[in-house]
């Protein structure tokens, strides 16, 4: 079953404007972790922030985390179209004794145009 | 070091016949993870190994088996391939099994289709 659920599916934007994504979850979590996946490349992490966290920045990259919300976003600022990818999030959450189990939405598709 | 290496990249297998995705990492990482990607539904965990020697069950782990014999692989095998498995596989890893707040590392995937 799918825990972290993003919004929008797609998205288009011009090199230089502000992308930003969002994900809800929908049960407690550790922590919440941003990932992005090139065409035909594997997932590549990107940021994680702990659920007693509120923001977290990362070069262009800013995520907030809101728990009474269950909700996420991910804003990358001045776009390149080097950002073209999908967008992944994904809650960590505790799983049967002490093991974490990490699960993914099912992705924003970012397109940033020249 | 390489990171996460999947073999191979890409696949092409009859329903009935059988196969071992590879999957090696050189991190000395204690927790591997075998993903499906479908379209439309994100990744799903397969199976999951918290050490050599011990293995567990994901989300969608009918149809397939892993074995982990050793830190560095975790082979993960089609008994008998179906087209509902056509896919493509990541192969992931982190540092410490039974801890949080850990990135994982993933390969770049096998792609697989069932004909």
């Known amino acids: 079953s799918q825990q972290g659920e993003e919004d929008p599916q797609a998205l288009s934007i011009q090199e230089g404007e502000n992308a930003t994504m969002n994900c809800s979850y929908k049960?407690?979590?550790?922590?919440l972790q941003w990932y992005r996946q090139n065409s035909g490349r594997g997932l590549v992490h990107l940021i994680l922030?702990?659920?007693?966290?509120r923001e977290k920045h990362s070069g262009r990259l800013r995520v907030t985390l809101d728990t009474s919300k269950k909700s996420s976003s991910l804003l990358i600022t001045a776009s390149r179209a080097a950002d073209t990818a999908s967008y992944f999030c994904a809650t960590d959450e505790r799983s049967g004794g002490s093991n974490y189990k990490l699960t993914f939405g099912k992705g924003t598709l970012l397109t940033v145009n020249p | 070091n390489a990171g996460v290496t999947q073999t191979p990249k890409f696949q092409v297998l009859k329903t009935g016949q059988s196969m071992t995705l590879q999957c090696a990492q050189d991190m000395n990482h204690e927790y591997m993870s075998w993903y499906r990607q479908d379209p439309g539904m994100g990744l799903r965990l397969i199976h999951y190994?918290?050490?050599?020697?011990?293995?567990d069950q994901g989300e969608v782990p009918n149809g397939y088996n892993v074995s982990r014999s050793t830190t560095e692989d975790f082979p993960l095998r089609l008994l008998s391939a179906a087209p509902s498995q056509t896919s493509v596989y990541f192969c992931?890893?982190?540092?410490?099994?039974?801890?949080?707040?850990?990135?994982?590392?993933f390969g770049d995937g096998t792609r697989l289709s069932i004909l």
């Open positions: 992931a890893s982190k540092p410490v099994a039974f801890r949080s707040n850990q990135p994982q590392h």
């Open positions: 190994s918290v050490g050599a020697g011990i293995t």
């Open positions: 049960t407690s979590i550790n922590n």
């Open positions: 922030i702990r659920s007693n966290e």
